[in-house]
């Protein structure tokens, strides 16, 4: 299974901003896609997932009202709208997947390479 992240760079304090994580070389709807990031000097922590239907969704508690995870099947694809991104969002996001609950970073079975995210006050 390969994870390709795109759409991070710089932006401006309150200015949305939309991830986007291609999936490919696995089975199709099999698994949980999620997002993490890890910001400079710390761990990696969870931010969203959502289940291989896209009908649940669960989110770290700093992130509800921040960040709104989504996906298309057909596109084999995991959204991360940042809605209003602060500095403190300033991190390397990564998509993950796996074909259990995705909730944490213990267990995660696929990485994607991440895409970095500036945002300047």
């Known amino acids: 299974v390969q994870l390709q992240a795109s759409g991070g760079g710089l932006v401006q304090t309150g200015d949305p901003l939309k991830l986007s994580c291609v999936e490919s070389?696995?089975?199709?709807?099999?698994?949980?896609m999620g997002w993490f990031r890890q910001a400079p000097g710390r761990e990696r922590e969870f931010v969203a997932s959502?289940?291989?239907?896209?009908?649940?969704?669960y989110y770290a508690g700093s992130a509800k009202g921040r960040f709104t995870i989504s996906r298309v099947n057909n596109k084999n694809t995991v959204y991360l709208q940042m809605n209003s991104p602060q500095p403190e969002g300033t991190a390397v996001y990564y998509c993950?997947?796996?074909?259990?609950?995705?909730?944490?970073?213990?267990?995660?079975?696929?990485w994607g390479k991440g895409t970095q995210v500036t945002v300047s006050s």
């Open positions: 993950a997947a796996d074909t259990f609950q995705i909730r944490n970073v213990r267990g995660v079975k696929y």
């Open positions: 070389g696995g089975t199709p709807g099999a698994y949980e």
């Open positions: 959502i289940s291989w239907s896209g009908g649940t969704t």
